[in-house]
């Protein structure tokens, strides 16, 4: 009787998102509390990395605005993620992205992998 898997299983949110990898241009639909208000914010980026295992997946997302960039990890739990649609499949040949972060403009495109 282990309490900390008990505790887990409550908090589980059992939603079946997409399979993506890192290179993937996403868009995660994510619920924003503001006040007594709550609203749905698109966040649409490319992944950078993937890490953890299990419930306690999180993945980075980067993106561009107005030139500068901004990174926001995501738990795959977790229970304020609407949705999460797959727009571009990247082909990439490395786990974590993190050299994107040196790159701006043409040079931190990603080549798209035809389905």
């Known amino acids: 009787m282990d309490l900390i898997k008990i505790a887990e299983e409550a908090f589980a ?9 890192s290179g993937d241009t996403v868009t995660i639909a994510y619920r924003i509390k503001e006040g007594n208000k709550e609203r749905i914010q698109q966040y649409r980026g490319v992944v950078i990395r993937i890490s953890g295992h299990g419930n306690k997946k999180r993945f980075t997302v980067r993106k561009m ?20 649609v797959v727009n571009k ?12 972060r040196a790159l701006t403009g043409k040079k931190a495109r990603i080549k798209e992998k035809r389905v």
């Not at 949110?13 to 990898?21: A, D, L, M």
């Open 89 to 100: 499949v990247g082909r990439v040949r490395r786990a974590k992205l993190y050299y994107l």
């Open 13 to 21: 949110t059992n939603k079946e998102h997409p399979s993506f990898k």
């Open 65 to 84: 605005s107005d030139n500068v960039g901004v990174e926001r990890i995501f738990p795959i739990e977790s229970p304020f993620i609407e949705s999460i």
